[in-house]
């Protein structure tokens, strides 16, 4: 029951993976190019997948051993391609694959206490996974290489602790700091948008709507402090400054929601983009880096 549980939380990424490979495997039967076309997506099921982040986070010797195993029979695929031997290739390939999986199930963590609270930590990872993917996306395509490592080292350790306090059966805490990952992946993604040279009007159909979408925003932000910096141990000038912050901020909240009730949105569009700014800042001079 234990285990059944745990192995659901992964097996959407994995079995999509799975299911590309298997397509993989039937094209390399029907041409012979077939089997050099399938080295991109296992070299990035070995390196780069939710899983292998997994491995190399578990710290399961096991894991990491098989995980090796698996780049060693990748790397002996790539000679034999070289050499012109795609049948012993395919095999390799195969075997690459096979062992991965193993890795990746070794690794799955097993400490279990509330089966709720795992497989939403599970849903959670993996959204985290799919932001991080897209994050680095938005960067490269805005040049913004030094915001995206500077946002991926933090979020290295915010996922690394959390799976490990799911090993320890921390579930509840493990989820706390999954959330801080997901909603700094969040409003990283919406501060590079909203820096986007691009016109409002033409992303929302109505200013009601770009209003909605910036309570959003600003909403996203106050969580993000509520997760990141209220359990920061504060100098007693840091937290008057965030206080601060977070007083303005709210203050324009409270301005730009009286505009909405009376329907001048576009009034109430900036002073929530002033808000959220204030929010930024406070977030900022905790000492966490988001850019905006």
Same mark, same amino acid.
């Given at each position: 029951?234990?285990?059944n549980?745990m %192995?659901k +939380?992964?097996?959407?990424s ?6 590309? %490979?298997?397509s *993989? ?5 029907s041409?012979?190019d *077939? ?7 296992i070299?990035r099921?070995?390196?780069q997948?939710s899983?292998a982040?997994q491995v /190399? ?5 096991d894991a990491?051993?098989r @995980?090796?195993?698996a780049?060693d029979?990748?790397?002996q695929a ?6 012109g031997d795609d049948?012993a290739?395919?095999t390799l390939? &195969?075997?690459?694959?096979? !062992? ?7 690794s ?8 709720k609270?795992i497989?939403?930590? *599970? ?11 897209? #994050? ?5 395509? &805005?040049h913004?290489?030094e915001?995206?490592?500077?946002v991926?080292q933090?979020?290295a350790g !915010?996922v ?10 921390? &579930?509840?805490?493990?989820?706390v700091?999954i ?6 992946? $969040?409003v990283? +993604?919406?501060?590079? @948008?909203s820096?986007?040279?691009l016109?409002?009007? /033409?992303q929302f159909a109505? $200013?009601e ?5 910036e309570?959003?925003r600003?909403?996203?932000h ?6 990141l910096?209220?359990? $920061?141990k ?8 965030v *206080? ?6 709210n203050? /324009?909240?409270?301005q730009?929601e009286? #505009? ?5 949105h ?5 002073l ?8 930024v800042?406070?977030i ?5 880096? +988001?850019?905006?």
């Amino acid at each position: 029951m234990m285990c059944n549980t745990m %192995t659901k +939380i992964f097996h959407g990424s994995i079995l999509l993976v799975l299911l590309a %490979t298997m397509s *993989g495997n039937a094209n390399a039967q029907s041409a012979q190019d *077939g089997v050099a076309d399938r080295l991109p997506n296992i070299e990035r099921l070995l390196t780069q997948s939710s899983g292998a982040k997994q491995v /190399l986070n578990s710290n399961n010797s096991d894991a990491l051993a098989r @995980r090796q195993q698996a780049l060693d029979a990748y790397r002996q695929a790539q000679e034999k391609i070289n050499q012109g031997d795609d049948q012993a290739a395919a095999t390799l390939l &195969n075997q690459s694959t096979r !062992l991965m999986f193993e890795a990746i199930k070794m690794s799955t963590p097993t400490s279990l206490g509330d089966d709720k609270l795992i497989v939403n930590y *599970g849903q959670r990872r993996e959204a985290v996974i799919a932001l991080q993917d897209a #994050f680095n996306r938005i960067s490269e395509e &805005n040049h913004e290489t030094e915001v995206r490592d500077k946002v991926n080292q933090q979020l290295a350790g !915010l996922v690394e602790r959390a799976d490990k306090l799911l090993q320890k059966g921390n &579930n509840e805490k493990a989820r706390v700091e999954i959330d801080k990952a997901y909603h700094l992946l $969040k409003v990283t +993604i919406e501060s590079i @948008r909203s820096g986007q040279t691009l016109v409002r009007s /033409l992303q929302f159909a109505t $200013k009601e709507e770009e209003y909605h979408y910036e309570i959003d925003r600003n909403d996203t932000h106050s969580m993000l402090i509520r997760l990141l910096v209220d359990e $920061k141990k504060k100098s007693d000038a840091m937290q008057q400054k965030v *206080g601060e912050f977070v007083a303005e901020a709210n203050l /324009l909240r409270k301005q730009a929601e009286d #505009f909405a009730g009376k329907n001048a949105h576009e009034q109430a569009i900036e002073l929530l983009e002033q808000s959220t700014r204030q929010l930024v800042r406070a977030i900022r001079s905790a000492g966490i880096y +988001i850019p905006g």
